[in-house]
């Protein structure tokens, strides 16, 4: 076998990322003439970095799934919450109408006293706060690929 696949007979996912990462870093970047060719490749490494950062952990389903469990507890808890989602469309994205339900329950939180206000702050907010940080966490090294290739705020 080949070092570093631990007796793997096929490289998994994140050593072919890892391995067109350092490919495009140490292989083709040096030998780009244009700053265009060296940002897209930079983006390339940014995305590729993404990716690898993204895993199973950090999937969308994994997300929908914890956020619609709170949802869905805190509405069995609280039946009058119900009253105020009541007014939602859907849209076709499940993911994009959790959200929008959420959304919906943290607004209503804002200002209300109520046990059921109370209990929208205590669950669902610090639940959303983490899945934004996980989301800013594994989309940084994207964003910086971005940044240190100056294809950010360049206009010229």
């Not at 709170?70 to 859907?90: H, K, N, V």
Request: glycine share 8%; with cysteine.
């Amino acid at each position: 076998t080949r070092s570093g696949m631990k007796g793997e007979r096929h490289p998994t996912l994140p050593q072919l990322l890892k391995s067109a990462i350092h490919t495009i870093e140490e292989v083709l970047m040096p030998e780009l003439q244009t700053q265009w060719a060296e940002s897209s490749a930079m983006g390339l490494v940014g995305q590729l970095r993404y990716a690898l950062a993204r895993g199973e952990c950090g999937s969308l389903a994994a997300q929908d799934a914890e956020l619609e469990g709170c949802l869905e507890g805190l509405l069995a808890e609280f039946p009058e919450l119900r009253e105020l989602l009541s007014t939602i469309e859907p849209s076709g994205d499940a993911s994009w109408d959790l959200r929008e339900r959420a959304s919906r329950l943290l607004i209503f939180a804002l200002d209300d006293q109520t046990p059921a206000a109370a209990a929208v702050r205590a669950r669902l907010r610090p639940l959303l706060t983490a899945q934004v940080l996980q989301d800013l966490a594994e989309t940084g090294p994207m964003l910086q690929a971005f940044l240190e290739s100056g294809s950010v705020g360049n206009t010229g």
